[in-house]
């Protein structure tokens, strides 16, 4: 069985999850009444709107998905199916990976039918390019943002107790998207490694970034950088997924 047919089928069990629903559609909704109300909005009623839209999408939805995700990886070890999984031919990182994507498939939903209806509004106001770009900032800004704050999640709950990696995510996450450089400690935003995409909105689409560049590792608003920095984002992603299932399967084995 493939990564992408398990996924699949993840996806079937979370759309039955009423819990996933009642925290996605919310978040969603309060984040994009946020990008519409806000002054920083760059009211521009196109693309740049779209972009910013998506960002504040990514900050306010992370924070529930960097709680809800912390017994991700342990939850099959405590209700007792890690062994039938274990027979089965795949490997662990692949289960956990399907686990993941099948999740996000139905998570991302919400995100990407409220930038759909904006593009399509944008579009009867005679931005022709909005729809597409509505998909594209959903698969530049919204998916890498997300996957990161699942993968989080997964990991510090395969560290630690499922109710201290809850905490422990949201305050990471936290950290992640309101640290800045003002704040004597490293932060990722400023820099290519940013989560919020800030470097994939200022080269992709042409926005002013919410936190200015900063730092060694700081974007340029070009292409170039906002590739860097979605490259970087899929290695966090890959990195914090192969970190959780390993440290899920040895907690397993004891």
């Known amino acids: 069985m493939t990564v992408l047919a398990l996924a699949r089928t993840h996806s079937k069990v979370a759309r039955r999850q009423k819990a996933l629903w009642f925290t996605a559609i919310p978040l969603t909704a309060f984040a994009t009444l946020l990008a519409v109300i806000s002054p920083a909005r760059p009211g521009t009623g196109g693309i740049e709107d779209l972009a910013f839209s998506a960002q504040l999408i990514v900050m306010f939805t992370g924070v529930a998905y960097a709680a809800a995700f912390a017994d991700f990886f342990t939850a099959p070890s405590r209700l007792g199916t890690n062994e039938l999984e274990a ?11 399907a686990r993941i994507l099948g999740t996000f498939g139905v998570v991302v939903i919400p995100a990407l039918a409220v930038l759909l209806l904006m593009g399509v509004m944008q579009t009867l106001s005679g931005h022709p390019w909005s729809i597409p770009v509505a998909v594209a900032v959903t698969a530049t800004i919204v998916v890498p943002g997300v996957l990161i704050a699942m993968s989080l999640s997964s990991l510090l709950g395969a560290i630690l107790p499922r109710t201290l990696g809850r905490i422990a995510g949201v305050l990471v996450w936290f950290f992640l998207i309101f640290s800045s450089s003002l704040v004597p400690l490293p932060t ?3 820099t290519v490694l940013t989560v919020i995409g800030d470097a994939v909105a200022s080269g992709y689409f042409d926005t002013d970034p919410i936190y200015p560049p900063a730092g060694s590792l700081a974007f340029d608003g070009t292409v170039w950088t906002a590739t860097l920095s979605l490259v970087a984002q899929l290695v966090i992603i890959v990195l914090l997924l192969s970190a959780g299932s390993a440290l899920a399967g040895r907690m397993a084995k004891r």
């Open 87 to 97: 027979s089965t031919p795949v490997r662990p990182l692949a289960l956990h990976t």
């Open 188 to 190: 990722p935003n400023g």
